[in-house]
């Protein structure tokens, strides 16, 4: 095993809960280093798809995701140590200590920060609440074990409440013996605030003037938040060793010469940017194209990736562009291999219905419908096992057994989907999920496909048999 270090100047933007305001301040921190010339990186704690977008979309700043039920304490320790020297800005998911169950800490903020030793500030919401907030981040300090909390920053408060309680908050903060600096506070604006919804944040191009919300942000970011004191937690992020395991999987496919269509718009937007890269760097182009938009598949594509998103927000626009259906249809019948993870599978159904009962006709790949069910189907992690033999064939693809992913969705299908079972980590639950058919893997899960070693390169050996074998008309590209 070969020795790395992670060298990262690093930090993490959690919170004792959600709704703490912890997406507002990465984004207004991101800025703020952008603007120092500092050229950030940006990581999501845990599953989420849409946090990354806006580091992403709104300030162009690459981000990921950090999660350690889908890669291991080793694998979110790799993915920093990608980073070189840089500056890196992680942010939290739900509350600093909240993971996958309540007995302990695996999945949470604080077993991703102790593994790759970032420094933790605790954006407390201090709204609605007087002194209690000092006992309340003095509660959150006695369960920091391994000292991670270097910082405090007081969200949602005013002015006038933040310079009388500063003195006494310090005070306390002194009592503990331990090192954690008041970095400042950031005012109730609720124009700033980036608002969620029933399946999580709005997405960007839903928020009006969210660049400029953004930049107002950041601009009070800079004279209410001590940025130097913060700028220095993250250069005394500590060096940290650890031992890179060797690939389960050293074969890896030859991808040169294949393409990968991929459904990429405001129907198509959730990602992993880790999964995509696993095929770039197998030599897989990757051709991105727009359900809503575009006329067909990107010509000669030799694989189909259609990801999770809210077609249910676009319904009457996906039913309308007639060819795009067609020739989606027409590819999966072909026998180009394909994945389609949950809005994606939605997609291939014959019908979905909106909120009001209406069917808008989609592909017709499956002959069933999607309907809206008014509460969450299922929602979390799962890990697939038990494949049903009998449920259908994806031609060469390996296994997907120990494959991990996560399910949120508020809609459900009549399609029978028997071909695994999958189950939830931490509790008796099990059910049946996705329809292997025409070389297609078809399901609600989301999946991270790194957590299963050889399944993109099965993916993409099952793409070369078809190689440049359909004649599509050509599409416009978007960027990667």
């Not at 509660?139 to 920091?144: N, R, W």
């Not at 890896?252 to 198509?268: E, I, M, N, P, T």
């Not at 291939?348 to 592909?363: C, G, P, S, V, Y």
């Amino acid at each position: 095993m070969a020795e790395r270090e992670i060298q990262a100047k690093r930090i993490m933007l959690s919170a004792p809960k959600s709704g703490s305001g912890k997406t507002t301040l990465t984004c207004a921190l991101l800025e703020v280093l952008k603007r120092r010339g500092l050229s950030p990186l940006s990581f999501k704690c845990g599953p989420d798809y849409i946090d990354p977008l806006f580091h992403r979309q709104v300030l162009g700043i690459e981000s990921y995701n950090l999660d350690t039920f889908f890669s291991g304490r080793q694998g979110v320790c790799e993915a920093l140590a990608d980073c070189g020297e840089k500056y890196v800005v992680a942010e939290g998911v739900m509350g600093l200590y909240d993971g996958m169950d309540a007995s302990g800490l695996m999945g949470s903020c604080y077993e991703i920060a102790g593994a790759a030793g970032i420094p933790t500030v605790l954006v407390v919401d201090a709204s609605k609440v007087g002194r209690t907030v000092i006992s309340l981040i003095k509660g959150v300090l006695m369960d920091d074990e391994e000292h991670l909390i270097k910082g405090i920053i007081l969200n949602k408060i005013s002015e006038g409440f933040y310079e009388s309680l500063k003195p006494v908050l310090e005070e306390e903060l002194l009592k503990t013996g331990r090192a954690v600096s008041l970095l400042g506070y950031f005012p109730k604006r609720e124009e700033l605030f980036i608002n969620s919804r029933h399946l999580g944040l709005y997405l960007p191009e839903e928020i009006d003037d969210i660049r400029k919300r953004i930049g107002l942000a950041s601009d009070i970011m800079e004279k209410t938040v001590d940025m130097e004191g913060l700028l220095d937690i993250m250069k005394e992020a500590p060096k940290k060793s650890f031992k890179e395991e060797e690939s389960g999987n050293p074969q890896k496919a030859d991808g040169r010469g294949l393409k990968l269509a991929v459904a990429l718009d405001s129907a198509f937007c959730f990602y992993y940017r880790e999964n995509l890269d696993l095929f770039r760097k197998r030599g897989v182009e990757i051709e991105f194209f727009s359900p809503l938009k575009d006329p067909c598949v990107p010509k000669d594509a030799d694989g189909l990736l259609l990801g999770g998103g809210y077609p249910e927000n676009h319904l009457r626009e996906l039913a309308s562009n007639k060819t795009m259906l067609c020739s989606v249809k027409d590819a999966i019948i072909s026998g180009i291999p394909s994945l389609a993870e949950c809005g994606g599978f939605m997609y291939l159904h014959k019908t979905i219905r909106d909120t009001e009962q209406n069917a808008f006709e989609m592909t017709g790949v499956l002959d069933g419908e999607c309907y809206y069910t008014g509460h969450l189907v299922r929602f979390g992690y799962l890990e697939l096992s038990g494949k049903n033999e009998e449920a259908g064939e994806t031609g060469n693809m390996a296994d997907l057994s120990g494959m991990k992913g996560h399910e949120f969705h508020y809609y459900e299908s009549t399609v029978s989907q028997d071909a695994y079972e999958a189950t939830k980590p931490f509790k008796d639950r099990r059910w049946n999920c996705l329809v292997l058919r025409n070389k297609g893997i078809w399901g609600f899960p989301h999946f991270y496909y790194g957590s299963k070693p050889g399944f993109v390169d099965s993916f993409i050996n099952a793409m070369r048999p078809g190689h440049n074998s359909r004649n599509q008309s050509d599409t416009g590209k978007l960027p990667s």
